[in-house]
């Protein structure tokens, strides 16, 4: 008796149901791989499975990064040492191991967004979005993005982008206040398109990275990258990194600010706004 597995290559998910044959299994595999800098470009390891008859690949990196050939090429944004894990499937079953690797250089980035440094005509750039009620104030003065209001009120503005599904992007972006109370600084990224009168926010919308007082992050003066010292929102902790899934690739990330029973005190000003694309 023979267990057959039908094994999905998208999630690597296997279920086995048993076949009469005569055929006998392999012996378990021994997952074994190696690591080679790519001349030129250490910032991409290729990587090389040693493990005789394997049929499938799968190579865990970077957190949500896999890669699926037998020899593959496996990139990195920044210089450090990672571990790679390497998963191996033949017809004895299946192995992993891990090694750590040491990136010796940055990879190449590039600014996609446009009118970030907040200077004279980048206005142009972005669009005002109604987000319903009363809107905040937004505007491009003095060379920054200014955010206020004296109560109540939501407002964005966005931007379109276009972007490459797989490869790491790197948001950061200046943010400076005396202090506000029940009020909320957010960037979004969403693949729906913003609608004027409407909130942002559902399907294929994920706030990344936000202040927010109830949170406890912009109750007291601040001053640094949002993507640092917001305290609310999926890319928390992530320092401005994310990949994008999936195939579409136009996304439009949003900046929505607006309080609920209090203020922004002075205003919040946001400057030297970048959305960095490894190359």
Do not use: H
Request: hydrophobic content about 35%.
């Amino acid at each position: 008796m023979k267990n057959i597995c039908f094994v999905a290559i998208a999630a690597i998910i296997s279920s086995c149901s048993p076949e009469s044959s005569s055929k006998q299994l392999g012996p378990l595999p021994t997952a074994s791989f190696t690591v080679t800098p790519m001349e030129g470009k250490p910032y991409k390891m290729i990587v090389k499975s040693t493990t005789n008859g394997g049929f499938l690949w799968r190579w865990n990196y970077r957190d949500t990064k896999v890669a699926v050939r037998e020899t593959d090429t496996l990139s990195f944004a920044k210089q450090g040492e990672y571990p790679i894990q390497f998963t191996v499937f033949t017809d004895g079953g299946y192995a992993t191991t891990s090694q750590n690797v040491t990136v010796t250089a940055d990879a190449p980035v590039a600014d996609i967004l446009k009118g970030g440094d907040m200077e004279a005509g980048s206005g142009q750039y972005w669009t005002l979005l109604n987000t319903g009620g009363t809107q905040t104030s937004i505007q491009v003065t003095n060379g920054v993005m200014q955010f206020g209001n004296t109560g109540d009120s939501n407002g964005a503005i966005y931007q379109k982008l276009k972007v490459i599904p797989g490869r790491e992007y790197t948001f950061s972006g200046d943010v400076k206040g005396t202090g506000a109370t029940n009020t909320w600084f957010e960037v979004y990224f969403g693949t729906k398109a913003p609608a004027q009168g409407s909130d942002y926010s559902g399907t294929g919308v994920t706030k990344y990275i936000a202040l927010n007082t109830w949170s406890g992050c912009g109750l007291v003066p601040f001053d640094g990258n949002l993507a640092e010292i917001g305290c609310d929102g999926d890319g928390k902790g992530k320092g401005g990194t994310m990949v994008f899934a999936g195939s579409d690739t136009t996304v439009y990330m949003v900046i929505k600010a607006g309080s609920a029973g209090g203020n922004m005190g002075t205003g919040i000003t946001l400057d030297n706004v970048k959305f960095m694309e490894e190359q």
